[in-house]
Nanobody, 126 residues
Framework: QVQLVESGGGLVQAGASLRLSCAAS????????MGWFRQAPGKEREFVAS????????EYADSVKGRFTISRDNANNTGYLQMNSLKLEDTAVYYC???????????????????WGQGTQVTVSS
């Protein structure tokens, strides 16, 4: 079992930055691919970014490329999502997710993740 707890959400103005954290506990975090997803009101959950177990492979949704940066600190069992140049349409509940992978690959599909955090609200105002 892996427990995930997100933090760092909040209310910011458009153009501002936020850094989300995802603290993992339980099994060896370094064996897990990690991802960030978001869900806006009335919309389906969507993929934001994923990072492989070593951090060597990363993928982003087109909507956040160039603005968001995913990273991880395996020594401290923590993942991060740095969000810059936030837009109104980035408003959503953000979830981190983890799933074990033998190979150093990213995981972009939500149903392929075994563990999820409770979510943290990000609200971007004009």
């Amino acid at each position: 079992q892996v427990q995930l707890v997100e933090s760092g959400g909040g209310l910011v103005q458009a153009g501002a930055s936020l850094r989300l954290s995802c603290a993992a506990s339980g099994r060896t975090y370094s064996g897990y691919a990690m991802g960030w997803f978001r869900q806006a009101p009335g919309k389906e959950r969507e993929f934001v970014a994923s990072i492989s177990r070593s951090g060597g492979n990363i993928e982003y949704a087109d909507s956040v490329k160039g603005r968001f940066t995913i990273s991880r600190d395996n020594a401290n069992n923590t993942g991060y999502l740095q969000m810059n140049s936030l837009k109104l349409e980035d408003t959503a509940v953000y979830y981190c997710a983890a799933t074990y992978r033998r190979s150093d690959t990213v995981v972009v599909t939500g149903r392929d993740y075994a563990y999820w955090g409770q979510g943290t609200q990000v609200t971007v105002s004009s």
